[in-house]
């Protein structure tokens, strides 16, 4: 038997790796491209929001996700557009809408 002793980054990265080649041996088990999915900690980083509020909205479904067995899977332009269907338009774009909407009705 061979112990090995390994940092954490570099057991999250062996298992990331290992999970990206799973999946791009078996195209079936993602529709997402392999490139595009992220880790609960790298969703958490790239949404700068913490695990345990990743973890009560995957809970809620308020946020996309995938699952395979007991890990989840986040898609970057899913993320991404989850976001923008959060944005509120400026003051700008409120004037310009209801200037618009008024000429409509004139």
């Known amino acids: 038997m061979i112990i090995l002793q390994i940092e954490g980054d570099q057991l999250s990265e062996l298992i990331q790796t290992a999970i990206r080649k799973v999946l791009a041996e ?20 790239y949404l700068h929001l913490s695990i345990g509020a990743i973890y009560a909205m995957v809970h809620r479904r308020a946020i996309c996700y995938s699952k395979r067995g007991k890990r989840l899977f986040f898609s970057k332009k899913e993320l991404s557009a989850w976001v923008e269907t959060g944005r509120k338009p400026t003051a700008e774009e409120i004037r310009l809408s209801a200037r618009e909407q008024l000429h409509n009705k004139q």
Do not use: G, H
Not at 27 to 42: F, G, H, K, Y
């Open 26 to 45: 078996n195209p079936n088990l993602a529709s997402t491209p392999v490139q595009d999915l992220m880790t609960i900690r790298e969703a958490s980083e």
